[in-house]
């Protein structure tokens, strides 16, 4: 599938925040799930330059949120609900990668973080050769959850 990259609209943001639902414990990643996280993503402002959407033609598949600093890019990434647990994940993870290094030639390294409890997830980024760095308590979603932080060095080509 040929995926493409751009800012993220207004339209894009309100769907993503409002209709996209994940089943069972997924459902941690609903944006209505803590209001901070769905308060950026449904301001424009707050938003600024930093969430692109996915699309494959026409349709939204997913979003990307990049943010770059001392040549590092964290990120966080979320797949249309029913397109998760289907096996598409390290395609749309590597596409996201190849954007990311084709736009920011300086990044050496990308890092994200994940909630311990996604092992579908934490699989993916393994596979694309990221390494656990450290597990961290982060106070969100009404909750205190245990999350991993990953790091993957990017060659230089």
Known sequence: MKLEFGKLTQK???????????PGIYSFYDMTADEDDYNELIDPDMRGETYFEVLSGCELIG???????????DI???MRPD???RGLG?????????FITKKHRNVKAITLSVACFN???IKVYK??????????????????????????????E
């Open 12 to 22: 894009n943001a309100v769907i993503i925040a409002d209709e996209w639902k994940y």
């Open 63 to 73: 979003f990307l949120t990049l943010n770059i600093s001392e040549n590092v890019a």
């Open 76 to 78: 966080g990434i979320g």
């Open 83 to 85: 397109l998760t647990g």
């Open 90 to 98: 390290t395609e749309f993870m590597s596409s996201c990668l190849n």
């Open 119 to 121: 092992i579908r997830a």
């Open 127 to 156: 596979k694309l050769d990221f390494k656990e760095e450290y597990h961290f308590d982060q106070q969100t979603n009404g909750g205190n959850f245990k999350f991993v932080s990953m790091r993957k060095k990017v060659s230089l």
